[in-house]
């Protein structure tokens, strides 16, 4: 509840400045729910309390968190650069979430490249706890996962 409650309040905090977009947690979504999510980049954290991090969100969504910060047109941005940027978002994210989770002292953690070959159900499926939040944006929704591996 704690780790969710800090990266839902980490990205109302951070997507502005990323994304010149406001962003506000909206929905706590259902496993049933998750299907329409076509675009994901997901990362695990290695460690002593192994975690996932994930974004989801339908292709316009990824292309326009995509064309945002690099000031480019969507026609430039095709489904592969935005997948790309979805990821290093949950990279940027998952660098923050893991500043404030672990003590100053402890770099006992290894995060694995970012995974854009899972779907959020089966991401959501493989967890032994999960929770996946709605967030909205002017540029679009978007999921955010956190759940410990199964």
């Known amino acids: 509840g704690n780790l969710a409650g800090n990266a839902i309040e980490l990205c109302t905090r951070l997507f502005p400045r990323m994304f010149a977009s406001p962003c506000q947690a909206s929905a706590v979504l259902s496993p049933e729910e998750l299907g329409v999510w076509s675009c994901v980049a997901h990362v695990r954290v ?3 309390r192994p975690l996932d991090i994930a974004l989801a969100s339908n292709l316009p969504t990824a292309r326009a968190l995509t064309c945002a910060p ?9 489904e592969a650069l935005a997948l790309y940027a979805l990821g290093e978002t949950v990279n940027v994210l998952m660098g923050y979430v893991m500043r404030d989770l672990l003590p100053d002292d402890d770099a006992g953690y290894r995060a694995l490249p970012p995974d854009t070959s899972v779907p959020l159900a089966r991401l959501a499926a493989d967890r ?3 929770i996946t939040v709605l967030l909205e944006t002017q540029l679009g929704g978007f999921v955010l996962l956190l759940g410990q591996p199964a």
């Open 46 to 48: 290695e460690g002593e």
């Open 70 to 78: 690099l000031g480019i047109a969507p026609s430039r941005c095709d």
């Open 128 to 130: 032994e706890r999960s």
